[in-house]
């Protein structure tokens, strides 16, 4: 029999005590699956109290992420402590000391991903990031070797939990943004900096890694458009629903002639789509390629349990492929290393999509015509229009119109000019729409 696979996780947290809690109540099923079993040999936490409480009486416990990287009984690397700067020496450490790496670190990797992939290489070891996105959802194996016999035309991915929770509550209770937010964060779902979920940068770095796996692609985070949901409000949530839309944070990553589409904002998708039915939490992902056609993943995005599953599978992936030769590994980002593509990412004024435009006008004859009139000068056609007449209460109209695809340059454009018409009041709200058809 070969010998256990050791493993030294960094940070035990809610994901590391979770990765504890599988290893030891799945250890006999994993050993069917390996042929050999999975060990913690080491844990570094800041609360060594709480390290010892997880572990067995023989595992080494240390406040020192440092020393447990370099230690001869250690195999695996699993770093679950977060952040860019340690995280990143931690990683690089226990790569040149010649261990693999497991990692749930989605900022990290969507940033240094590239010099962490090559260090990697260059010492023959590899790194498995599974729980970075999508937390218990296998969506990065589904990529890398379910799909890996199509071109993928596009990913498009409810992959944060907590906006999609607010969105979700928004609309079924009709309660304000910050209301929900606070919701979200008393119950554990939002990031330490919430920013990082609400502003749409968490699912920013897990689209970012999604677009490199489907596309072979270079890590290209600093390069993607970023819009999140803080300025929606329960009127356009509302009117969505009139016009037959959900609107849910979607990350899209979509390969197109001119280059690579790499964009996380609030999205309108038709009410009857079942990736707009996702609610709460959950997490999906929708990936359309060239030979299988569309196929969709749903689960858990985040939690102790479903994001250790995400870790041990991980772990389970290097046990077995630590017996097999190199050759046999699958690469990090799917693609040989000398398959990467440097294709570019479109700059979002180039990127084609349909629009939901919201605007507060004047209520007298001829506005609507002239809207209108600068939306085709500019190339846009419309697709559907409601308008709510002004009230007691409210002096101005509001006029919701649908847009066909189009240019989002032009859009600007057009907006632009409407903004500065005198019979229109207050900057325009716009939201992208994705037919996901
Ligand atoms: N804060 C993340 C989310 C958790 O809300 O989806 C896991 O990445």
Known sequence: ???????????????????????????????????????????????????????????????????????????????????????????????????????????????????????????????????????????????????????????????????????????????????????????????ADPTFDIEGIDAAHKITLLSSMAFGIPVQFEKAYIEGITKLTRDDIQFAEQLGYRVKLLGIARKTAQGVELRVHPTLIPAKRLIANVEGVMNAVLVKANAVGPTLYYGAGAGSMPTASAVVADLIEIARACQAPLSSRVPVLAFQSQGIEAVDVLPVAQVVTAYYLRLAVDDKPGVLAEVTRLLADHHISIEAMIQRQATAEQETAEIVLLTHRCVEGDVNKAIEKIEALASVHGPLTRIRVEDLS
């Open 1 to 191: 029999m070969n010998k256990p696979l050791r493993v030294a996780l960094v940070g035990v947290g809610t994901v590391g005590s979770g990765t504890v809690n599988v290893l030891n109540t799945n250890a006999a099923e994993i050993e069917r699956r390996v042929g050999f079993p999975i060990r913690i040999t080491a844990i570094a936490d800041l609360n060594t109290e709480r390290a010892r409480e997880l572990a067995g009486a023989d595992v080494h416990i240390s406040n020192d992420a440092f020393d447990v990287v370099k230690r001869d009984d250690v195999d695996v690397v699993v770093e679950l402590i977060g952040g860019y700067t340690v995280a990143k020496q931690l990683v690089l450490a226990a790569i040149e000391a010649g261990k693999h790496v497991v990692t749930a670190n989605k900022a990290l990797l969507a940033v240094h991903g590239d010099e962490i992939f090559a260090a990697a290489q260059a010492k023959q070891v590899m790194v498995a990031f599974e729980a970075a996105v999508a937390g218990g959802i296998p969506v990065i194996k589904a990529i890398k070797e379910g799909l890996a016999a199509n071109q993928i035309e596009y990913v498009a991915g409810i992959i944060n939990g907590t906006c999609n929770f607010i969105l979700s509550e928004m609309r079924d209770k009709g309660l304000p943004f910050g209301e929900v937010l606070a919701q979200a964060q008393a119950l554990g779902y939002a990031e």
